[in-house]
């Protein structure tokens, strides 16, 4: 296996935005916004709406927006959320909206409507970038699970860095599985969901990672020519609660590794539900992650609830 290294959302606390305690129908909410970046030409920046999170809830909410009106190279994305925040993520829509549209996305069903655009927070080589070309439509996912006792008002931003189209030598894009099929009992037994994937043209991988949330037990994805032949890209033997928002991540920067057109990718989770309730999507996920090479198309591949 390569060197692994952890990427992570950054979480910032805010102070708390107290209503008139002699009123009782002030409710008193905990004010987590992140404020905006000052301006920077190296970056493009987008910040979500307001939208408050009610304790208890977990939700997903998808911001439609256009990209620049000239094509840009982007090789980072920088992201910002309070706490309670689980992740930021720049995906593409299936069928675009229009610009300014704030939708609830949190439901198992609304995770086939979009491909993932930019990761967070994860780096690809020098010389990489991936091409947005202009007013391409966008969307800014952010995940919020409140487990607080107070409404929380919420706002993040996300900083998607440039490049000059003559610094880019190679062009990269995201790939990513998901699987919404798994249905976890409360009664600690081990859990196991394993799907394969198609890859339908040939690829170089760059990075490869992996996403569950506490309950995970461990993980694994395997590549290979045919679902006989598998090689192991990616493992973690003993998930932990601390890679929900920074998973361990698989580079191959150096040695991007040549996966053929009709290869098999299998994703593969575990878990163990110790709590009071069963648990779904999306308050457990089975995800695998990565940047490829080789070409713009983007590669994702999601299993549906049953």
């Given at each position: 296996m390569g060197r692994m290294k952890k990427f992570a959302w950054t979480l910032v606390v805010w102070p708390l935005a107290?209503?008139?305690?002699?009123?009782p129908t002030m409710v008193e909410v905990r004010d987590v916004r992140v404020p905006g970046p000052a301006p920077d030409p190296a970056y493009y920046d987008v910040i979500a709406p307001e939208l408050t999170i009610q304790p208890g809830e977990e939700k997903m909410a998808c911001f439609h927006l256009a990209s620049p009106?000239?094509?840009?190279?982007?090789?980072?994305?920088?992201?910002?959320?309070?706490?309670?925040?689980?992740?930021?993520?720049?995906?593409?829509?299936?069928e675009p909206q229009p610009d300014g549209t704030l939708e609830d996305?949190?439901?198992?069903?609304?995770?086939?409507?979009?491909r993932t655009l930019i990761l967070p927070e994860t780096e690809i080589p020098d010389g990489y970038a991936v091409r947005v070309p202009p007013r391409t439509p966008m969307v800014f996912q952010f995940h919020y699970v409140n487990t607080g006792l107070k409404p929380l008002l919420v706002r993040d931003?996300?900083?998607?860095?440039?490049?000059?189209?003559a610094d880019v030598t190679n062009w990269a894009t995201t790939m990513g599985t998901t699987s919404a099929r798994f249905r976890l009992p409360a009664d600690g037994s081990e859990v196991i969901e394993s799907f394969d994937c198609v890859i339908p043209h040939d690829i170089d991988v760059l990075v490869l990672g992996g996403h569950m949330h506490e309950h995970g037990a461990w993980m694994k994805i395997e590549m290979g020519n045919d679902?006989?032949?598998?090689?192991l890209m990616y493992n973690v033997e003993k998930w932990v609660a601390d890679y929900r928002d920074a998973p361990p991540v698989e580079l191959f920067l150096t040695n991007p590794r040549r996966v053929a057109a009709g290869s098999i990718l299998r994703t593969t989770c575990a878990w163990k539900n110790l709590g009071d309730k069963e648990l779904a999507y999306p308050e457990e996920m089975c995800a695998a992650f990565g940047y490829t090479a080789g070409s713009e198309d983007q590669i994702q591949c999601e299993v549906s609830a049953e």
């Open positions: 107290c209503g008139n305690e002699s009123d009106a000239e094509e840009i190279a982007i090789d980072f994305l920088d992201t910002e959320q309070g706490p309670f925040g689980h992740h930021v993520v720049m995906l593409s829509p299936k996305c949190t439901d198992a069903a609304d995770m086939s409507k979009y931003y996300a900083r998607l860095h440039k490049i000059p189209m679902a006989e032949n598998l090689e």
